[in-house]
């Protein structure tokens, strides 16, 4: 690690915080989040090359805000504050910031009005470039020693800097895409202003991860829970690159997972990786237990549970087992800011991560990959060589067909959504549309409706295709699949699925709509 450039990139409790170090590492430069109240002396030993101050939701005018580790302006390093941190820099060098009732969201054109070391040649004063703003303060006195270099309409002061030193800050956030130079001025910031080689890669987060890993573990034995997704896979075979044979993956077949999914997902990581995988068969215990229960919430919370005991039995029965390894990725994260202001600014509660249940606490977690973004998991997957199978699987929920069912489920409604899913899937594999969409799925609905089969009347489900194109999946759109192919989905399942009858195609977005239809 000490070979490379760091940057330090301290958290003021922006929920862009992990996408500020997220553009930093896309330039092939390592960085660290830690929190704003870290000590002088971790800072002094990180030794960065440069440091970033994230935003912040809270208000500098308040008398117990987060505040910059003096040390910092000690250490003659090149600093850059974004929206709070740029404040920030500015009340402790003598400025005022005030308190806007109104917040200003959104997209702002920012002028340069002078040539400086972070606007350097590419940006052309008098020239607008489309800015992201999110804050509610904003500087209204700049200290003394320093000079304002671009602003927009209602930010006199959108980017600062010191007269004599590199200390910049800006109100607007580079961090985020639709601000469209952003990654450049952070280049030009950590390539130009702080001098970093860009000499970091996916696959010296590999090496680093590996040696956390092994440094930690030691001779302990490690659990995880294997689903077959992308990224409980993707730290299975970092894991066992850094352990071996003292992790064992637990792979629970709770009744509810898709056609083949069991003998596809044992086959292609026992034959690629070697790993130790311990496949428990669930399926009645799940489906008893959902027997009669059709609340959307209840069905999660009984698959929630039912999954955490056979789990823990599985835990007892290999004994020893120290530590829990969790694919954990940076969206799943529920809180942002708790960790640096202690406040909690939730995000979104997701599914996946629940926290432990009390009596698995003396379980130690390892979350290797809890800083990475989907797309960051995938290129490390690739690096580790996990096949594009299962790279490029769409996300598929934890609780599986049990929310995809729509109602009570039941073993022969499984039975039957798998065969349809499996259609639908197979067939926008063949016509080279599964890769352009983010997710695709078909549910089955509660409901059964009157067709016509050959000359007999039929009384059968209806089933619902859908498919979405999502960034993140917390907004989805709906994909405006060919007709031909819809037609042609519906064909076969009516002809090929006993049980359904009639095919339709969900066409709303999210919002107001989820991605699943429980
Ligand atoms: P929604 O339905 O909330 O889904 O729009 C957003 C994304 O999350 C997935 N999802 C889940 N993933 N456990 C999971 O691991 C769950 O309980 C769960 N519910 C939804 C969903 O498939 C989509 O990708």
Request: proline fraction near 4%; include cysteine; charge should be neutral.
């Given at each position: 690690m000490n070979n490379h450039d760091k940057i330090l990139i301290l958290d003021f409790g922006s929920?862009?915080?992990?996408?500020?170090?997220?553009?930093?590492?896309?330039?092939?430069?390592?960085s660290e989040i830690r929190p704003f109240s870290i000590s002088d002396k971790e800072i002094e030993n990180f030794n960065p090359k440069a440091i970033i101050l994230s935003g912040g939701s809270e208000s500098v005018t308040d008398f117990d805000s987060p505040k910059i580790p003096k040390v910092i302006y000690e250490l003659n390093v090149p600093i850059l504050g974004i929206c709070y941190g740029q404040q920030a820099i500015c009340k402790d060098f003598g400025g005022t910031v005030s308190s806007s009732t109104s917040r200003s969201y959104g997209a702002a054109q920012l002028e340069i009005l002078e040539k400086?070391?972070?606007?350097?040649?590419?940006?052309?004063?008098?020239?607008?470039?489309?800015?992201?703003?999110?804050?509610?303060?904003?500087?209204?006195?700049?200290?003394?020693?320093?000079?304002v270099i671009a602003k927009t309409d209602k930010a006199p002061y959108a980017a600062i800097s010191h007269k004599t030193k590199n200390i910049?800050?800006?109100?607007?956030?580079?961090?985020?895409?639709?601000?469209?130079?952003?990654?450049?001025?952070?280049?030009?910031?950590?390539?130009?202003?702080?001098?970093?080689?860009?000499?970091?890669?996916?696959?010296?987060?590999?090496?680093?991860?590996?040696?956390?890993?092994?440094?930690?573990?030691?001779?302990?034995?490690?659990?995880?829970?294997?689903?077959?997704?992308?990224?409980?896979?993707?730290?299975?075979?970092?894991?066992?690159?850094?352990?071996?044979?003292?992790?064992?993956?637990?792979?629970?077949?709770?009744?509810?997972?898709?056609?083949?999914?069991?003998?596809?997902?044992?086959?292609?990581?026992?034959?690629?990786?070697?790993?130790?995988?311990?496949?428990?068969?669930?399926?009645?215990?799940?489906?008893?237990?959902?027997?009669?229960?059709?609340?959307?919430?209840?069905?999660?919370?009984?698959?929630?549970?039912?999954?955490?005991?056979?789990?823990?039995?599985?835990?007892?029965?290999?004994?020893?087992?120290?530590?829990?390894?969790?694919?954990?990725?940076?969206?799943?994260v529920i809180e942002s800011a708790a960790t640096s202001t202690g406040k909690k600014v939730t995000i979104k509660s997701h599914h996946n991560v629940g926290g432990l249940p009390k009596d698995m606490g003396n379980l130690k977690l390892i979350e290797p990959l809890r800083l990475l973004f989907k797309d960051e998991v995938r290129k490390l997957g690739k690096e580790l060589g996990v096949p594009s199978l299962i790279l490029n699987r769409h996300p598929f929920p934890g609780p599986g067909l049990g929310i995809r069912v729509i109602g009570e489920v039941t073993e022969e409604k499984c039975d039957i959504l798998r065969k349809a899913d499996y259609i639908f899937i197979n067939t926008l594999k063949e016509n080279g549309l599964y890769d352009k969409i983010w997710q695709a799925y078909v549910a089955l609905l509660p409901v059964k409706t009157v067709g016509v089969m050959g000359d007999a009347r039929t009384y059968q489900h209806i089933c619902v295709l859908r498919a979405v194109t999502s960034v993140d999946g917390m907004t989805a759109d709906y994909v405006d699949l060919p007709h031909s192919i819809l037609g042609l989905v519906a064909r076969k399942i009516v002809n090929e699925v006993q049980g359904i009858n009639r095919v339709v195609y969900d066409i709303t977005s999210k919002p107001p709509a989820t991605i699943e239809m429980e």
């Amino acid at each position: 690690m000490n070979n490379h450039d760091k940057i330090l990139i301290l958290d003021f409790g922006s929920q862009l915080t992990q996408l500020i170090a997220r553009r930093v590492r896309e330039l092939n430069i390592y960085s660290e989040i830690r929190p704003f109240s870290i000590s002088d002396k971790e800072i002094e030993n990180f030794n960065p090359k440069a440091i970033i101050l994230s935003g912040g939701s809270e208000s500098v005018t308040d008398f117990d805000s987060p505040k910059i580790p003096k040390v910092i302006y000690e250490l003659n390093v090149p600093i850059l504050g974004i929206c709070y941190g740029q404040q920030a820099i500015c009340k402790d060098f003598g400025g005022t910031v005030s308190s806007s009732t109104s917040r200003s969201y959104g997209a702002a054109q920012l002028e340069i009005l002078e040539k400086s070391m972070l606007f350097d040649d590419y940006w052309q004063p008098k020239n607008n470039y489309q800015v992201w703003m999110s804050h509610g303060d904003c500087v209204s006195k700049l200290p003394d020693d320093f000079k304002v270099i671009a602003k927009t309409d209602k930010a006199p002061y959108a980017a600062i800097s010191h007269k004599t030193k590199n200390i910049f800050g800006i109100q607007f956030h580079p961090e985020v895409s639709h601000t469209l130079d952003g990654i450049k001025l952070i280049d030009t910031f950590l390539t130009k202003i702080a001098n970093c080689k860009k000499d970091w890669k996916m696959g010296s987060f590999i090496d680093e991860a590996i040696n956390q890993i092994k440094n930690r573990v030691g001779k302990e034995k490690v659990a995880l829970g294997l689903s077959g997704g992308v990224d409980s896979t993707v730290v299975a075979t970092l894991l066992n690159k850094a352990i071996g044979k003292q992790l064992y993956c637990i792979f629970v077949n709770n009744g509810l997972l898709r056609h083949n999914e069991v003998e596809e997902v044992e086959k292609s990581l026992k034959d690629n990786f070697d790993l130790q995988i311990i496949t428990i068969d669930a399926q009645k215990k799940f489906l008893s237990e959902l027997k009669g229960v059709s609340d959307p919430e209840e069905k999660r919370k009984i698959i929630g549970r039912v999954f955490i005991e056979t789990f823990q039995s599985a835990i007892k029965d290999i004994g020893n087992i120290r530590y829990l390894a969790q694919g954990t990725i940076y969206p799943d994260v529920i809180e942002s800011a708790a960790t640096s202001t202690g406040k909690k600014v939730t995000i979104k509660s997701h599914h996946n991560v629940g926290g432990l249940p009390k009596d698995m606490g003396n379980l130690k977690l390892i979350e290797p990959l809890r800083l990475l973004f989907k797309d960051e998991v995938r290129k490390l997957g690739k690096e580790l060589g996990v096949p594009s199978l299962i790279l490029n699987r769409h996300p598929f929920p934890g609780p599986g067909l049990g929310i995809r069912v729509i109602g009570e489920v039941t073993e022969e409604k499984c039975d039957i959504l798998r065969k349809a899913d499996y259609i639908f899937i197979n067939t926008l594999k063949e016509n080279g549309l599964y890769d352009k969409i983010w997710q695709a799925y078909v549910a089955l609905l509660p409901v059964k409706t009157v067709g016509v089969m050959g000359d007999a009347r039929t009384y059968q489900h209806i089933c619902v295709l859908r498919a979405v194109t999502s960034v993140d999946g917390m907004t989805a759109d709906y994909v405006d699949l060919p007709h031909s192919i819809l037609g042609l989905v519906a064909r076969k399942i009516v002809n090929e699925v006993q049980g359904i009858n009639r095919v339709v195609y969900d066409i709303t977005s999210k919002p107001p709509a989820t991605i699943e239809m429980e």
